[in-house]
């Protein structure tokens, strides 16, 4: 081919063909949210660098590696979000929004920048939609969030879920557990991998989402969090457990979730399904208690999620361009004065029994038209020419079953 201009690695476009079933995600996911009562926000698509370096922590791998970040005419340095979190976090401390009610409930979707390697299920832009709840630090709200999305996943027949969730505790029990993980990988400090060596210093906790396989090894032998908890963590983790039991949610405690970012606190959970090859995370969430303090708020508990639209189509395993809608009628117009008169009666059709009606704007026959018409997989073709006009007596092709009919011009709009 030509040396045209492609999009760029990792984004995509989104071709006509596909887009009815983004279009149905979106309204799936709007009513759902909005049953619990959740209010969507829309926040920019970039903010200032600072924002996500002073929310989502300095050795993660977004910090360090994936952000789109650039310097304006301005000087000011921007990023594209990379996730949602700290913008809603931001824009609700930006509005007070925590003054107006004790408990904000906030859902999103749009789209998020990573640059991290583009393979099936991971894009460089993607979207995502997810929750923010503000105000409440009790079990109960854990719960709320994890039924919410695991409950629309159900809806959605994704078979093979698997709930993983862990609680990595207050900043106090982390205290104590930051001391048993330092000296525990200090054993094997001459094998970790750099990266792993500053984070014992400054955040061992991270060394347990290491990618590296014999990091992995060492992992599973090392102190779990979860002898280390307060009575309190403890008591909210278990009354987690307790709820997500009587909403009969399955889950599995796994030890070592402690999530990518750092301003998690407490319950940390994710939803993977096992038809998705490597790239098997659904979506992935957990309480923010110290967030919106350490953005410049009043200190409010929060808890939320992110989930990926494209791995939920990718599990959803449909036949995406079988979802698309299909024209009810197509007009085929011979003649001039016949397409004047067809672009009038579609629209009578369109406003009064709101069909989908196709005008051809091509001039072309009539074989060409319902050769059209038939690639568009309408559902009927309408002929009308000079004598059609004139006699006001039309053709009415069923282009399912094949059979045509002779219809007068004020009866087509009766008969749909
Ligand atoms: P995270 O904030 O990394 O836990 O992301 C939340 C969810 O967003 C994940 O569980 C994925 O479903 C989705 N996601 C994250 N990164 C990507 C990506 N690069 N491409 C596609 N989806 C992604």
């Known amino acids: 081919m030509k040396n045209i201009i492609r999009n760029i690695k990792g984004t995509k476009d989104i071709l006509s063909d596909q887009t009815d079933i ?23 698509n970039f903010e200032n660098t600072n924002l996500f370096l002073k929310s989502i922590g300095d050795d993660t791998d977004i910090v360090t590696k994936e952000m789109y970040s650039w310097v304006d005419q301005g000087n000011n340095s921007l990023t594209l979000r990379p996730e949602f979190t700290a913008s809603v976090v931001r824009a609700y401390i930006q509005h007070k929004l925590g003054k107006q009610t004790k408990s904000h409930k906030l859902y999103y979707i749009g789209s998020s920048y990573r640059r991290e390697r ?28 994890i039924y919410i999305i695991y409950s629309l996943y159900e809806s959605l027949n994704i078979k093979n879920l698997v709930l993983k969730i862990n609680s990595i505790g207050s900043k106090e029990s982390r ?17 970790l ?18 990618k590296v396989d014999f990091e992995k090894d060492l992992v599973i ?29 399955k889950y599995t405690i796994d030890h070592y979730l402690v999530r990518g970012l750092d301003y998690y606190s407490r319950t940390v959970f994710e939803i993977q399904t096992n038809s998705l090859g490597s790239q098997n995370a659904l979506c992935g969430g957990g309480r923010y208690d110290y967030l919106v303090e350490q953005l410049g708020g009043d200190p409010t508990p929060s808890i939320g999620f992110a989930a990926g639209l494209e791995r939920l189509i990718l599990a959803m395993g449909i036949d995406t361009a079988a979802l698309n809608k299909h024209p009810d009628i197509y007009i085929i117009s011979l003649g001039d004065k016949a397409i004047e008169f067809s672009m009038k009666i579609a629209n009578q059709l369109r406003i009064e029994k709101n069909l989908i009606v196709i005008n051809d704007t091509l001039k072309r026959s009539l074989k060409s038209q319902m050769k059209d018409a038939n690639r568009l997989q309408v559902k009927y073709a309408l002929i ?8 006001k007596i039309f053709c009415l092709k069923n282009m399912e079953t094949g059979n045509q009919e002779e219809i007068e011009l004020n009866k087509i709009l009766d008969l749909f």
């Open 22 to 44: 983004w279009k149905y995600l979106e309204n799936f996911i709007h009513n759902h949210f909005s049953k619990f009562g959740y209010k969507e926000i829309r926040t920019p």
């Open 118 to 145: 583009p393979q099936k299920g991971r894009f460089r832009e993607f979207q995502q939609f997810g929750l923010e709840a503000f105000g409440s630090k009790y079990p109960e709200q854990d719960a709320e969030i």
């Open 175 to 191: 205290i104590l557990y930051k001391e048993a993980l330092q000296s525990y990988f200090k054993k094997y400090e001459k094998k």
């Open 193 to 210: 991998t750099d990266i792993s060596l500053k984070r014992l210093k400054n955040n061992p906790l991270r060394i347990l989402d290491t």
């Open 221 to 249: 032998k090392a102190p779990k969090i979860i002898d280390y908890l307060n009575e309190e963590d403890k008591d909210h983790f278990n009354k987690v457990l307790t709820i997500l039991e009587k909403l009969n949610i």
């Open 384 to 391: 009308i020419g000079d004598d059609e006009i004139k006699n």
